[in-house]
């Protein structure tokens, strides 16, 4: 049986044949292009022990794929802690497939109870690496979450790099990026309430 996993990876950074889905469909656009930067989820399938791209040709065989996927991301454990430096309620999870819980929509529901938040943000700066935040922070503490996802992608290696920006959680699916303009626009909302 082939093994089948579903990676998040920089736009445009895969071969032009490779099956690669949206992992926002026609997000909102925000003005400084930072929606450009969202991740981008390729199918991989193993071969001789290592995970090559599926190539576009096998869409048809997504749904199926989709379920030896749910099995390959069993390898490996997770590991989870709380990010204490940064106000509010923000949290990483760490392990060979903790980027890819961005993917996971019961995994976010259950976060969304978890935090009892009907929004939350989320990101993936690198391999390995899964940040929940911007909970019970105001719009600083969202702010400040939103520059450590930015410090975390840039520190590491290349190679290892997804996306340097924040998504916006809501009803358990990725909707749209937080970046500098709309925390200027949640702030200064505040300031007029």
Wanted: glycine residues 10%; negative net charge; aromatic residues 4%.
């Amino acid at each position: 049986m082939l093994r089948y996993a579903p990676r998040l990876v920089q736009p445009g950074s895969t071969p032009r044949d490779a099956l690669v889905e949206v992992l926002i469909e026609n997000p909102p656009a925000s003005p400084l292009g930072e929606h450009e930067l969202i991740p981008q989820v390729a199918w991989m399938v193993e071969r001789e022990g290592a995970f090559v791209h599926v190539p576009a040709s096998e869409r048809g065989e997504l749904e199926a794929m989709r379920g030896s996927a749910i099995m390959t991301m069993l390898d490996g454990e997770l590991v989870n802690e709380v990010l204490e430096h940064l106000p509010g309620v923000n949290l990483a999870t760490s392990g060979t497939y903790a980027a890819e819980l961005l993917l996971d929509g019961d995994h976010l529901a259950a976060v969304h109870e978890i935090l009892r938040a009907k929004v939350f943000l989320a990101a993936a700066p690198h391999r390995g690496r899964f940040l929940v935040g911007g909970v019970a922070g105001g719009v600083a503490g969202m702010r400040e979450f939103v520059a450590h996802v930015r410090r975390e992608h840039d520190a590491a290696p290349i190679a290892d790099r997804i996306s340097p920006v924040t998504l916006l959680v809501r009803d358990g699916a990725p909707t749209a990026v937080v970046g500098e303009l709309q925390l200027n626009a949640l702030a200064q909302a505040g300031c007029e309430r």
